[in-house]
T-cell receptor
Framework: KAGVTQTPRYLIKTRGQQVTLSCSPI?????VSWYQQTPGQGLQFLFE???????NKGNFPGRFSGRQFSNSRSEMNVSTLELGDSALYLC????????????FGQGTRLTVV | QQPVQSPQAVILREGEDAVINCSSS?????VHWYRQKHGEAPVFLMI?????EQKGHEKISASFNEKKQQSSLYLTASQLSYSGTYFC??????????FGKGTRLSVIA
């Protein structure tokens, strides 16, 4: 079956701009989580969605937002980009909650210049 | 709260064993282990639920001590393909799955 698909794979934006990243989970998966990965910081949790509801939010500023649609696809938006937002953004989908395995997409590499 | 992994990095020769530890300050329901190779997405290795069970995946196994809120990943007779960064993820109650900073494992010939 198809895996988790993230688009775009690479993105270069200028400071102050906004960006929208997309994640299509594995068919049948209702849970989608987003993580920011930077060197030395591991995977920092951003959001968790389940059936269109945001269940948890990480410790990130309000510039970071997200949503999930009825088909379980999810988007995250970052407004007023800063240089420090440059990172690999990973999306993970799972069938249920935290006792099921999560499958990661290839990520979107965002570079802010 | 982010779990703490140790060591941060380890270098092994082929055939040697390694242990990666993961500890949390919170009561845990589940511990997840992933491996990420350079330029690739993290790949699921195994999940352990509370109860202290040990799981295995080929020559990679893990244990979960619920009382100590710790998990350990055991890699035996390491192979070159084991190289990568290992992440533990922890979840408890309604908290999301949060990951440690990772342990970089390098296996050399």
């Amino acid at each position: 079956k198809a895996g988790v698909t993230q688009t775009p794979r690479y993105l270069i934006k200028t400071r102050g701009q906004q960006v929208t990243l997309s994640c299509s989970p594995i068919s049948g998966h209702r849970s989608v989580s987003w993580y920011q990965q930077t060197p030395g910081q591991g995977l920092q949790f951003l959001f968790e969605y389940f059936s269109e509801t945001q269940r948890n939010k990480g410790n990130f500023p309000g510039r970071f937002s997200g949503r999930q649609f009825s088909n379980s696809r999810s988007e995250m938006n970052v407004s007023t980009l800063e240089l420090g937002d440059s990172a690999l953004y990973l999306c993970a989908s799972s069938f249920g909650q935290h006792y099921t395995e999560a499958f990661f997409g290839q990520g979107t590499r965002l570079t802010v210049v | 709260q982010q779990p703490v992994q140790s060591p941060q990095a380890v270098i092994l020769r082929e055939g040697e064993d390694a242990v990666i530890n993961c500890s949390s300050s919170k009561a845990l329901y589940s511990v997840h282990w992933y491996r990420q190779k350079h330029g690739e997405a993290p790949v699921f290795l195994m999940i352990l639920l509370k109860g202290g069970e040990q799981k295995g995946h080929e020559k990679i196994s893990a244990s979960f001590n619920e009382k100590k809120q710790q998990s350990s990943l055991y890699l035996t007779a390491s192979q070159l393909s084991y190289s990568g960064t290992y992440f533990c993820g922890t979840a408890s109650g309604n908290t999301p799955l949060v990951f440690g900073k990772g342990t970089r494992l390098s296996v050399i010939a």
